[in-house]
Nanobody
Framework: EVQLVESGGGLVQAGGSLRLSCVAS????????IGWFRQVPGKEREGVSS????????DYADSVKGRFTISTDNAKNTVYLQINNLRPEGTADYYC??????????????????WGQGTQVTVSS
């Protein structure tokens, strides 16, 4: 069974940075799209960024372009989300997710099948 484990969340001041990690197991890494999503209680989960492992193509939500960078370490089956210049509205639980093989999920939540447990990011103003 596919397992995803996120880490790297925490409390940071506005303007600060964090790097989130997502380790995927039990998958052939380069067959998948891996996405990062975030959710605030009471609101819908929103796509932040995604990467198609086989060709490296990426996608970003407009609200994070220029501040968030997604990358991978294929040898470690790990996807990273570098978050710079954090804003208070970035406070949320951040989740990584994996699509089915060869499905390009983009930032569309329902195209992802497997989800991690989330890591909390809190940005203080």
């Amino acid at each position: 069974e596919v397992q995803l484990v996120e880490s790297g969340g925490g409390l940071v001041q506005a303007g600060g940075s964090l790097r989130l990690s997502c380790v995927a197991s039990e998958i052939t890494f380069d067959e998948y799209t891996i996405g990062w999503f975030r959710q605030v209680p009471g609101k819908e989960r929103e796509g932040v960024s995604s990467i198609s492992i086989n060709d490296g193509s990426t996608d970003y939500a407009d609200s994070v372009k220029g501040r968030f960078t997604i990358s991978t370490d294929n040898a470690k089956n790990t996807v990273y989300l570098q978050i710079n210049n954090l804003r208070p509205e970035g406070t949320a639980d951040y989740y990584c997710a994996v699509s089915l093989p060869f499905v390009v999920g983009g930032l569309i939540t329902h195209l992802y099948t497997y989800w991690g447990q989330g890591t909390q990011v809190t940005v203080s103003s």
